[in-house]
């Protein structure tokens, strides 16, 4: 059974013609090029205090009679 081997490298400068075929000689094939590159993104403003009594967008929306914490009794008992 044969399985797939690869290899990642980073690059500094383009690969020279002489670099390709030195890897397709030793059996490999390119499969994919990766680009990245950086960018300049703006930084969130940091959110406001809700003031008393005012509620947060996103809190979940329960009736004031609502209980949240209920009691279960125990599955199973030590």
Do not use: D, N
């Amino acid at each position: 059974m044969k399985k797939i081997e690869w290899i990642r490298e980073a690059l500094s400068v383009w690969p020279s013609t002489e670099y390709l075929k030195h890897g397709k000689t030793a059996g490999w094939r390119m499969v994919a090029v990766e680009w990245e590159r950086e960018v300049q993104v703006e930084i969130a403003p940091t959110s406001k205090e809700l003031a008393p009594g005012e509620e947060s967008p996103m809190a979940p929306a329960l009736p004031a009679t609502a209980s949240i914490w209920k009691r279960t009794p125990p599955k199973c008992k030590f």
